[in-house]
Each structure stands twice: as C-alpha cells, then as structure tokens.
C-alpha cells in the first residue's frame, strides 16, 4: 500500500504528515493489511523534515503485543534481514525495547533510495508488522516509474495540495489501474475497505 509525498504537501506540512503516518503504520501493531509500507518523496529538504518527524514520533510509540507469537517472530525475522541491506538505514525505532515474552513488536521506519530499493527483492517482500521504508526518488518520473512497476494493491494514498495534484494527473491516473482505492491526504488504515 504505497503512500506518495507530493512537493507541495511536504512544504506545506511535513510535520503533520509524518506524524499522521506513524499513527498509521502502528494501527494495530501494524498488524493492518492497508498498512503503508513504502513511502515514496522526492530528495529534498522538506522529505528530510519528514523523516526527522517520523523518527521523533516512531520514538515514542511504546512496543504493543501482536496478535502471536508466530507472527512477531516473523516481524523480527524480516527487520533483522533489512537491517543487514546496504543502503538502507534506520531512521526511527520505539525508544523502548520490546518484551520479547510479551510478543512485543517495536516501531521501525527505514529509509533508502528507489535504486535499492528496486534492486533488493528482500525489501518487496512484505514484513507484516510496525515497519515502512521511506523511499528518496530523485525526480517525480522515477516515482510515476515505481507507479506503474506496482503489482495490484488495496490502497495508495496520495499526499498533495490541489496544485500538485494537477501536476501529477499522471500519477493519479496509473494508480487508478492498480489499486482499488486511492486516498487523498490520509493513510489506508483509517479507511473501511467495502
């Protein structure tokens, strides 16, 4: 469920959004089908503001059960497995350590670049749980290119003012091919899928 940060969102309210996608993808311990695992933005100042934001509130968020043991393990397994990735790097991670007894999952946020993360099938691979990588794309085409490289999906959302939603009419329009809702200026896990 790939969440994109248009440059007029992310200049108008980095802070906000970045707190609003935490909220997100620790819904249900991120236990959430909609959860958004990638985030893709464009290198800029403003996507460094949202980083720093996402990783001040990940700091926060206290480590929660998951629904079983089976299922943390296999959280812990896949972070452990992007954590050894190049090029990838931890930006946010709950500031209390989980209760491993407890089958406590923390908050983890990633970010990279698009180039590695299309070059490692390991960060396609889903980890079901409170995780996202946040990907830097260097121009608006290297994300309309992810865009239309998706597989079907449930959600995206699309993070943009009016005028960057004009601008991106393209974006809208691959989107609209493949996944069954798009959503503006919000994040899956607060929608009902019907």
Known sequence: NPVFLLPGALKERAASIAEAYIGSVTMGVGQFCTNP????????????????????????????????????????????????ISGLKKVGTSAVEPDNDASQAACRIFTTTLDVLESNEELRREVFGPCSI????????????????????LTAAIHGTAEDLRTHAALIRVLERKVGRIIFNGFGTGIEPC
């Open 37 to 84: 695992a990638i985030v893709l933005g464009i290198k800029s100042p403003e996507l460094g503001t949202f980083l720093e934001n996402a990783g001040q509130h990940a700091a926060k968020v206290a480590p929660q059960t998951m629904l079983h043991r089976g299922i943390c393990e296999a959280y812990e397994a896949g972070t452990a497995v992007w954590s050894t």
């Open 134 to 153: 946040v990907t830097e794309c260097a121009t608006l085409e290297e994300m309309l290119r992810f865009a239309n490289s998706l597989e079907g999906q």
